[in-house]
């Protein structure tokens, strides 16, 4: 038998020993910390969870198999648009002193071999063209293609199309304080279940979309008193809004169960951008 456990902050699945007595995990995935003893676990046999992952591995292989054909076609496309783009018209051959003239069938030939290059050249312009403006459609159909197109619409324009890159945003946080004038009452609500100010700024020079927040709140001593992961519909932003170069947007994120202690301070920071 093996035990699989499942991570609180991220939900990645591990799996150990079915005699595994550890009581403090770590998740390499988001980097949180969590007791053995209060987060999900299911024990399952050997056979049953090699066979699944053996099944989930060749799943895996055929998606990337499926992202490798797609990169190489996007980057031709890329290609041929920038060759066609650069393309300079050649200078003309000087006239011979004495040129001998050409057969009617020769002209005719040539005539029809240019105007099919011609024509597929025109096919290969369109459909990167359409590639490139419906990259919603495409991505809908298959996120896998994603990475290929952050590359592509780096050399050619994507109109609408919104990168997704965590490590953008620069994230500032801190704890909202009650007014020196309230009473007991709201200071007791503020201390039990605070409000957390944060600002994302965009760092980068393309358009981010909202990434996915760590919020961690933390005791005097810096241990962890609460830890929660929100998406950007959690924290007031459904439609997945995108934030402009240098632009950064503020938060509120409100701590739904009481704390047992006061916070000290909050740590917010973006751990990944939506899929």
Request: hydrophobic share 45%; glycine share 4%; aromatic share 4%.
């Amino acid at each position: 038998m093996a035990k699989v456990l499942r991570c609180p902050a991220c939900g990645a699945l591990w799996r150990v020993k079915d005699d595994f007595a550890a009581d403090m995990l770590h998740c390499t995935e988001c980097q949180a910390c969590f007791s053995a003893d209060k987060t999900e676990s299911l024990s399952v046999p050997d056979e049953k969870l090699d066979a699944r992952l053996q099944q989930a591995a060749r799943r895996q292989a055929v998606m990337q198999e499926e992202a490798r054909e797609g990169k190489a076609v996007m980057s031709r496309i890329a290609d041929s648009l920038t060759d066609f783009d650069a393309r300079t018209e050649a200078p003309e051959a000087p006239p011979a002193a004495e040129p001998a003239p050409r057969a009617p069938e020769s002209a005719e030939r040539s005539h029809g071999v240019l105007w099919t290059l011609v024509t597929l050249l025109a096919l290969v312009v369109l459909s990167a063209t359409g590639l490139l403006l419906g990259h919603k459609t495409v991505l809908g159909t298959m996120p896998q293609l994603r990475p290929v197109y952050e590359e592509v619409c780096m050399k050619a324009p994507c109109p609408g199309f919104v990168w997704q890159n965590a490590a953008a945003f620069k994230v500032t946080a801190e704890i909202e304080r009650p007014l020196e004038t309230a009473d007991d009452a709201d200071r007791e609500v503020a201390r039990r279940l605070p409000v957390v100010t944060a600002r994302l700024s965009n760092t980068s020079e393309l358009p981010q979309a909202l990434p996915i927040l760590e919020m961690k709140l933390l005791d005097a001593a810096g241990e962890t008193l609460a830890q929660r992961v929100l998406e950007p519909a959690d924290y007031g932003f459904g439609g997945r809004d995108a934030v402009a170069p240098g632009a950064d947007v503020a938060v509120r994120l409100t701590v739904t169960t009481p704390l047992p202690y006061d916070a000290s301070s909050a740590v917010v920071k973006a751990v990944s951008a939506l899929q």
